[in-house]
């Protein structure tokens, strides 16, 4: 049976149709920030991939430096910046972190130098003017030691010699470093060639070791010969030759200074780098000629040492074989009085003798041929003294001893102290004599001799009256003889009395002689003291 529709069934309807939804499309308004989204990513995927090695770099101080500001420069061009600062865990330090860019991936090498510029007042100069506006920044170094590290300590001061410099650095050893100070200036012929790089003490503490850096092209004019001398301030020298002054500029009167040059024009061949170099007290040590072994001799005075000083001149007949060392005194307890030793050091090499002065049989034959030292007076306005060597053939005999491992050589003493000396011996001998005693004595025999003369007149007299009368006459003759010796006589009596004039005036010249003899010797002391006063004449002294 067919199957009919239910009254209940509703009529066929039409089938519906099935659509899928379109996808789902975003507003506009979100493109904004999705390109911004982009952008943001781009820049810092650009910025990790642009950034370099991060650093610590480590102060004393953290003046002038800002965290996010200060920059890191190398030759003027930004290399990293100041990220973060921050006190190391001692306090003794600061800490500063530094994000160098990709580019600057090489000054993590272990020798990179790092320092800060600050306004700066050195020997060098006036440096970092440019700084009161900018701000402090750190200067780097470009090391070339293969090796990395991430961790520097900061230089305190900037270097002077950077490796990027044209030039050579030379080693010069001192026993003092005097005014000399990093950045010091090097002279050639008085032009500036270089400057003081660095300056340590010596491990054994007796001496001080310089680094000087010479500018390209100077560095060609150091040889072999170049001889290096302090330059610093003024150098004066007054001794027995005169007053001497020299200058390199004024900028060594202040700051100090070394200055080189070639005995000679002579610098001999090129000198390489590093190349180790004396440095010298002034010019004059400096260009002398090299002396061979020195010899140290023992001198003893017996007179004032007034003018002589630790450095003075030894000279044998003007040719300089050396200067004195030390001067001191010493009390001898078997003669009871003091002496003046001065040590001296001499060269033997500059007398160009075959036979060596410092043998000291050859020495003993020159002594015995009178060789003696002796003080002489180098310049009258100035007083100074050296010590001479000379022969003095009138020279009593002497014999060389050694004292303590020194020779001591025999002294001679100066013409003045001779002359003094021998007016002092005379005075003495005058002194000596006993002129009252012979006046006495004198006397007595006068008196005795006007006795016999009375009684000769009395025996006169009685032959007068006694023998005849021819020899009368001739009597008379001796009687007068006899009256004018007794006047001659009792006017020789009375002239060598106590109290006669010619006593007196003896007496009186006497003591003009002592007078004379004590105004030379004030005189000779003051001459010693006041050579000047020879062409000056005596200072008129205050009121």
Do not use: C
């Amino acid at each position: 049976m067919a199957n009919t529709p239910s009254p209940d069934t509703p009529p066929d309807l039409p089938k519906p149709e099935i659509r899928r939804r379109r996808d789902w499309l975003p507003s506009l308004i979100w493109l904004i920030p999705i390109v911004a989204a982009l952008v943001g990513l781009t820049l810092v995927v650009k910025t990790v991939l642009a950034r370099g090695p991060q650093i610590e770099i480590s102060f004393n101080t953290a003046e002038g430096l800002v965290a996010g500001k200060t920059k890191v420069k190398y030759k003027d061009v930004d290399i990293g910046a100041v990220t973060a600062i921050s006190l190391a865990e001692d306090r003794s330090r600061v800490l500063v972190t530094v994000q160098l860019q990709k580019e600057a991936k090489s000054f993590t090498a272990t020798d990179t130098r790092f320092w800060v510029i600050r306004p700066r007042l050195d020997a060098a100069g006036v440096s970092g003017l440019g700084t009161l506006l900018s701000g402090a920044y750190i200067r780097a170094d470009a090391g070339a030691s293969d090796d990395t590290s991430s961790k520097f300590t900061g230089l305190e001061t900037a270097p002077i010699v950077t490796r990027d410099s044209a030039g050579r650095q030379f080693e010069l050893h001192a026993s003092n470093i005097g005014s000399l100070d990093v950045g010091s200036p090097l002279y050639f012929r008085r032009i500036k060639v270089g400057q003081v790089a660095a300056y340590a003490l010596d491990a054994d503490g007796k001496g001080v070791t310089l680094r000087v850096f010479v500018n390209t092209p100077y560095e060609k004019f150091v040889g072999a010969n170049t001889r290096f001398w302090h330059a610093s301030g003024v150098d004066v020298e007054v001794n027995s030759s005169g007053f001497k002054l020299r200058t390199q500029s004024l900028a060594t009167v202040v700051t100090g200074g070394i200055a080189m040059q070639a005995p000679d024009d002579q610098p001999g061949p090129q000198a390489s780098e590093n190349t180790s170099f004396a440095l010298a007290e002034d010019e004059t040590h400096a260009m002398k000629a090299p002396d061979g072994p020195a010899q140290t001799l023992l001198l003893h005075f017996n007179q004032s040492l007034r003018g002589l000083a630790p450095g003075a001149t030894v000279d044998f007949r003007g040719v300089v074989l050396g200067e004195v060392k030390s001067i001191g005194v010493e009390f001898n307890k078997a003669q009871r009085e003091f002496s003046m030793p001065v040590l001296i050091e001499i060269y033997p090499d500059r007398l160009r003798t075959d036979a060596q002065v410092d043998s000291q049989k050859r020495l003993q034959e020159l002594v015995d041929k009178g060789l003696r030292a002796q003080l002489r007076t180098g310049n009258l306005l100035t007083g100074q003294v050296f010590v001479a060597l000379d022969f003095f053939p009138k020279a009593a005999p002497a014999r060389l001893r050694v004292v303590d491992g020194t020779v001591e050589l025999p002294t001679q003493p100066n013409s003045l102290d001779e002359l003094q000396t021998q007016i002092a011996e005379i005075v003495a001998k005058i002194n000596k004599v006993p002129f009252e005693q012979l006046s006495n004595d004198l006397h007595k025999t006068l008196t005795s001799l006007d006795g016999t003369l009375r009684n000769a007149e009395q025996l006169v007299k009685n032959l007068n009256q006694d023998v005849a009368p021819e020899i009368t006459a001739a009597m008379k003759d001796v009687r007068s003889t006899l009256a004018t010796a007794n006047k001659a006589l009792g006017s020789a009596d009375r002239a060598l009395s106590d109290d006669a004039p010619l006593q007196q005036d003896l007496r009186q010249t006497l003591r003009e002689v002592n007078r004379a003899a004590a105004s030379v010797k004030v005189l000779t002391d003051y001459l010693e003291r006041h050579p000047e006063s020879l062409l000056r004449g005596k200072s008129e002294e205050k009121k």
